[in-house]
């Protein structure tokens, strides 16, 4: 109850180590203190905990009440406690998670927790978890107006955190009528652009007064990582309103010297054009859009870049005179040249780059183009096919082929594994010779 005076009745529907959600008619203000009776399996009788009401979580529409998060306070029967949560809980297996460095932890009927280490699939143990047992699992960490979206949807797509573990993207679904899960890190530390050993010409990109940004590669390449790291460089060192739009938020962006608002596809906003659209009402100095994806995307990116707001996003395209492609074949025929008129006015750099697993760990070969006059009136007339010739004397860009040189030069990666990156293996050889001698 409350207090000592008022008893209320309540339904449990999650509990954790640090607190729990429950349903009740009684209304609550948030910060109420709660005397909680639990009854708990295995425990002689009702356990007594103290807790505080954090959060309302939803009305439930059939009229049952109102859901309420609460935490813990005061003196909790941990052992207790814990022996019940880790019978029904997925924080177990998230903290492992945490300790294997896993990017992704696959729950899957009639199998064992799968974890995924860098690009390895890698089971815990051998024992299988049956249907009813991840069931539970699962549920454990929905809200009721999550769980009846689960049903009506048959996938549910959510931010998960718990305090004092971390942060994870859950993917809740369906398969073969049995309740799975995929759960990846949300990354609270974000990595610097020297970290990523990526060349020095980003930070001069991610700083621009304003204009297009795009960083670009296939699936797999760090694009994300590094549009994480350019957005940490503005937080740090300029004074900038940042607004995100992501598909999901995989890093955690703390206020360092600007503000950083992280809006989440989903959770913040309907969709991606949704967001964007109201953004620029929303008074930022950089806007950085996870991904573009589609005609409607890119013609608001452009607007927004030709209005001075500087606009970082990323592109699922194997090269910078691709994605420069890309970009016009959005439009159709008859708007073409006005949309190439846009880009070449507001595109400041492309960022391309592949990643290669080496004995120290990863490396990435990384292609920029730094936009000048030339390469800008060469978008703005169409002829794309000059732009890959007017990099080589552009200052600050570098090609693909002369990336992968300096990387095996360094002894980084072979020749080998190189040649299927490069735009043309017999020039990389040619490079390579000309270094040597």
Known sequence: GADTTK?????????SYSGLSFITPASLPIRTPLNLSLSIPGAPGDVQVGA???????????????????EFTGNIPRETLEKYV????????????QERAASSLHLCAFAPPVF?????????????????????????ILSTQRRRQLIRDKEIDFPLTIPEVGRWRANVHY???????????VNTYVPTITELGLPGVVQNLAMSDGGLVIVTGPSGCGKTTTLAAMTGHINRDSRKAILTIEDPVEYVHENANSIVKQREVGTDTHT???????????????????????????????????????????????????????????????ERDDALQALGASL????????FHTNAGMTAAVETLVVNDAIRNAIRSGKLDQIQIL???????????????????????????????????????????????
């Open 7 to 15: 008893a209320v009745v309540a339904m449990t529907t999650t509990v």
């Open 52 to 70: 505080i009401v954090v959060r309302i979580v939803s009305e439930i529409p059939t009229g049952e009440g109102i859901e309420y998060g609460a």
């Open 86 to 97: 880790r019978s029904i809980d997925i924080v177990p297996l998230l903290q492992l998670m």
């Open 116 to 140: 995924r280490v860098q690009r390895d699939l890698i089971p815990e143990g051998t024992v299988s978890l049956p249907p009813e047992k991840l069931e539970e699992l699962i549920l454990g």
């Open 175 to 185: 398969v073969r009528g049995f309740i799975e899960a995929v759960f990846r890190s």
């Open 272 to 334: 991606v054009f949704h967001g964007l659209k109201h953004a620029m009402r929303q008074n930022p100095d950089v806007i950085v859009v996870s991904e573009v994806r589609d005609r409607q995307v890119m013609d608001v990116i452009l607007r927004a870049a030709e209005s001075g707001f500087l606009v970082l996003t990323t592109m699922h395209m194997p090269g910078v005179t691709e994605t420069i492609d890309r970009i016009a074949s959005f439009f159709p025929r008859e």
């Open 348 to 355: 400041r750099g492309v960022v391309s780059q592949r990643l």
């Open 391 to 437: 990099m080589s004397t552009a200052p600050g860009s570098i090609s693909m082929d002369v990336s992968l040189r300096n990387l095996i030069a360094r002894g980084l990666i072979s020749y080998e594994t190189a040649a299927p990156a490069s735009r043309d293996p017999e020039r990389l050889r040619k490079l390579l010779s000309e270094h040597r001698s």
